[in-house]
């Protein structure tokens, strides 16, 4: 019964996206960031496509990926290997295998230009600024750095001590809000970016300002061996928080293993963090914070919308 | 013997792109104006896309397009179909068919919100501004609106009594150039665009400005019948001087017959321009000058690059 739940799909979309012009700049930011690859689709799909999508084209889908040897099952909680193994083989195993498929990962050109996207629309009360930088991840690109990358997001913007945070709520009082953010586990190029809001009734452009000075600042003087290790600090607790829950590891494990890692990359995190240099961080900050691989995107009112 | 043809056309991008910032702004925006459409992507390709095609990639290309049954044959010049047919039969009619193939035509989703892209270099001599909106086609969107389009960019920017050239130029002296463009006859959207380039020492900026202006004018006032019609004049005598060439006739048809046209399409052009009102040029300004459909590119001088 594929059509009704192409509608749910649909809705969805509408729910989600059509409902929140932060949604709609997000889109717009990542069709810009991404000059080439797929990941500038949104992983819900165009509606124009979603609605023209057939029960042929589930089916097709379907056959093509749903198998047991595309799959990882990750099981957590208080069992052995020993005892779900049968019970993973008995449900699974019969299922028939889809075949490996010959997957071709798009890369990107030369990006020769920052981009910049003003998007002002009648329902945003908060306004914002995000920057954004194609990026590498733990599997592609200039992967080296993912780690100190990392580290830098965190000094940047991971804490109410981080230098976003500190600088432009606390200190020059222009930001509601201010942080940075890094996922390094997508299987192809990522993204690093900064956002910010004004207080009420503030200037968008003041936090814009005041980030990209923030990023000037810590091209030109780097970060300090104390901010790292502060860094790193909050980081391992963050690790320790998340095995405290049952369905985080599952979920850390599985995604890894579906982008290109292994349970040894998994498990060698804390070291590998831990390992990370304050001169790393800012070798890494300098070459990703390229302003030609970059996007701007405001999140603007606009009464006449 | 295909890789060194394939050398061939890296240096070809080589020469074309790499020694032009004009080219990479060219590049940045058609990426940045289709969100979802290959139009995104360069006719000739992206450099590292180029340099890994294999001799088996041009031989399964040639095979799957380059049959009789998937060419047009435009011949000009003081001859017979009587004469040309039997040499067309022997020289093609040889050739297999390739056979018909389900082409997928990707259409582009909703766009929120306008792109804008700065690029400084060195290299510019010249800076100029680039504002351009998705447009329908004569084959795609709203293709009511391709023949009044036509006429709008030649009101706009067509000539040297044109409003931007006659505005910007003429008046206020703050641009060396300035005009309008549209190509109606892609196979899917295309686009309507606007561009100029400051006095030397002059500011970008002013120029950008000035072309807003006019462009707000026309989606305000409308255009007069007396431009109209003083348009259609300029356009029907350009016709002529295309059929005093002998090769022009034969790319016009061919180009038509390519992308979704008859030559009956192509024949009634001058009665279909001459049938365009005032009132549909401004029912198609007010269509397709619309902020979110668009991207601004800025060519700029850059001594730190």
């Known amino acids: 019964v594929v059509l009704p739940e192409?509608?749910?799909v649909l809705e969805e979309r509408r729910s989600r996206v059509d409902s929140d012009p932060a949604a709609y700049l997000r889109e717009m930011m990542d069709a810009a960031l991404y000059l080439n690859h797929p990941y500038r689709i949104p992983v819900i799909g165009w509606e124009h496509e979603i609605a023209r999508l057939t029960t042929a084209d589930a089916i097709g889908f379907y056959k093509s990926w749903y198998g047991p040897d595309n799959a990882v099952l990750a099981i957590s909680g208080d069992v052995t290997a020993a005892e779900v193994?049968?019970?993973?083989?008995?449900?699974?195993?019969?299922?028939?295998?889809?075949?490996?498929?010959?997957r071709v990962r798009v890369e990107e050109p030369t990006h020769y230009a920052a981009r910049r996207i003003e998007l002002r629309h009648r329902r945003v009360r908060q306004p914002s600024v995000t920057i954004e930088y194609l990026a590498p991840s733990y599997a592609r690109g200039a992967s080296e750095h993912a780690y100190a990358l990392e580290v830098l997001s965190e000094v940047m913007g991971g804490a109410a001590t981080s230098r976003l945070y500190r600088g432009l709520v606390v200190e020059e009082g222009v930001a509601s809000s201010a942080g940075a953010f890094y996922s390094p586990d997508e299987l192809d190029l990522t993204q690093f970016g900064f956002y910010g809001s004004p207080l009420?009734?503030?200037?968008?452009?003041?936090?814009?300002?005041?980030?990209?000075?923030e990023i000037a600042r810590v091209l030109e003087a780097?970060?300090?061996?104390e901010e790292v290790e502060r860094a790193k600090q909050r980081?391992?607790?963050?690790?320790?928080?998340?095995?405290?829950?049952?369905?985080a590891?599952?979920?850390?494990?599985?995604?890894?293993?579906?982008?290109?890692?292994?349970?040894?990359?998994?498990?060698?995190?804390?070291?590998?963090?831990?390992?990370v240099t304050a001169e790393q961080v800012n070798a890494a900050a300098r070459a990703v914070l390229v302003d030609r691989n970059s996007v701007t995107g405001l999140l603007l009112p606009d009464s006449t919308s």
Request: hydrophobic fraction near 45%.
């Open 85 to 102: 193994r049968p019970l993973a083989e008995r449900y699974y195993g019969v299922i028939p295998p889809v075949g490996a498929k010959d």
């Open 235 to 247: 980081m391992m607790a963050s690790v320790v928080y998340a095995l405290d829950s049952v369905s």
């Open 200 to 213: 009420p009734g503030g200037d968008v452009a003041e936090v814009e300002a005041a980030i990209r000075a």
């Open 249 to 275: 590891p599952a979920r850390i494990f599985g995604s890894a293993l579906t982008s290109g890692r292994t349970i040894e990359d998994v498990e060698a995190w804390p070291e590998r963090i831990g390992a």
């Open 222 to 225: 780097g970060v300090s061996d």
């Open 6 to 8: 192409r509608d749910v």
